[in-house]
């Protein structure tokens, strides 16, 4: 069974050029959904212990939106993409095509805007993923939580514990007007990181 440091030793170079494309088509996608010309910084890709998410995103009381799928097919495990609140409200307004100063609790249309937004983001890193890969993989129906990021992240930890300690995080900034932060989470099952070596042809 790999360890943390030989994953990070074998293939985390793969995994940056994995980030940099699956933000790459996520940035597109919501560009051409949002009608604007949308930037996009270098993603910042980290391998961490689960139980380290926390304090890596940032304060555990902030409230955060989360949004939570199952990943299936030739790998198994889950991911997230997390966002401020200030960037949630930013991206979902301008769906809405609301002013950029409104903050009321998101209704349901809301939630489901920002669900809509998930599977986009979520597919584009399974995508590039898939693609460099050629393996099967499909994320299950997203799940969308409002709350602190204690919580949120308890979820996975607890949920997916079973698949593995550990997780990869691609932190990345979309920019406008005003610049959306997106964290994303990936935490295959232990064996699946054999498997997506063995798909790219390197030896484990």
């Known amino acids: 069974m790999l360890t943390l440091n030989e994953v990070n030793e074998k293939y985390f170079d793969v995994l940056r050029e994995i980030g940099n494309i699956g933000a ?3 940035t597109t996608a919501i560009a051409n959904m949002l ?3 949308i930037d996009m910084s270098v993603p910042e ?3 961490l212990p689960v139980e380290e998410l926390g304090s890596a995103i940032g304060a555990e009381d902030e409230i955060i ?7 299936e097919g030739d790998i198994d495990g889950s991911m997230m993409f997390l966002m401020d609140m200030q960037s949630a409200h930013h991206i979902v307004n301008k769906l809405m095509m609301r002013p950029d100063d409104y903050c009321e609790p998101f209704d349901e249309m809301d939630l489901s805007a920002i669900k809509e937004i998930g599977n986009i983001i979520a ?3 399974l995508s590039a993923l898939s693609g460099l890969t050629n393996l099967t993989i499909v994320p299950s129906v997203p799940f969308v939580a409002v709350d602190m990021a204690a919580a949120i992240l308890s979820v996975p930890a607890v949920q997916f514990g079973i698949f593995g300690d550990n997780a990869l995080m691609i932190n990345t900034e979309f920019s406008d007007d005003l610049g959306i932060r997106g964290h994303f989470i990936l935490m295959p099952e232990e064996d ?3 498997k997506i070596l063995t798909a790219l042809g390197i030896p484990i």
């Open 192 to 194: 699946s990181y054999a």
């Open 45 to 47: 890709v980290a391998f």
């Open 123 to 125: 597919g584009s890193y």
């Open 65 to 71: 939106v989360g949004i939570m799928l199952g990943v």
């Open 35 to 37: 009608g604007l010309r």
């Open 24 to 26: 790459g088509n996520a």
